[in-house]
């Protein structure tokens, strides 16, 4: 099993930033994280997806302004969120895969076994 602990959310104004971290901890190899959220009344989205060798992909909307990254001694994934706009407001959900699946893939079905809790990012105009 694989235990996801999301931190560092919180209320900022349009145009702020926040960074996000979720510590994994457990037996498995994790192959793949991903960040995905879910806004009030819509369906969770692939925010951005990172593997074992470094392949990153975001969805266009977030494309320069957030950066994904991991941390593979302390076993932290951070998503470091810059310009943040309302639309970005949702509950963000730090997830993990032991599967291989290339991140393109994860990031367009977020078929991740493993979820954390979630944090709530909320920005406001």
């Known amino acids: 099993q694989v235990q996801l602990v999301e931190s560092g959310g919180g209320s900022v104004q349009a145009g702020g930033s926040l960074r996000l971290s979720c510590a994994a901890s457990?037996?498995?190899?994790?192959?793949?994280m991903g960040w995905i959220r879910q806004a009030p009344g819509k369906e969770r989205e692939g925010v951005a997806t990172?593997?074992?060798?470094?392949?990153?992909n975001y969805i266009d909307s977030v494309k320069g302004r957030f950066t994904i990254s991991q941390d593979n001694v302390k076993k932290t994934l951070y998503l470091q969120m810059n310009s943040l706009q309302p639309e970005d407001t949702g509950m963000y959900y730090c997830?993990?895969?032991?599967?291989?699946?290339?991140?393109?893939?994860?990031?367009?079905?977020?078929?991740?076994?493993?979820w954390g809790q979630g944090t709530q990012v909320t920005v406001s105009s």
């Open positions: 997830a993990a895969s032991s599967s291989g699946a290339a991140s393109s893939w994860l990031l367009r079905t977020k078929a991740f076994p493993y």
């Open positions: 457990g037996y498995i190899r994790i192959r793949s």
């Open positions: 990172i593997d074992e060798n470094g392949s990153i």
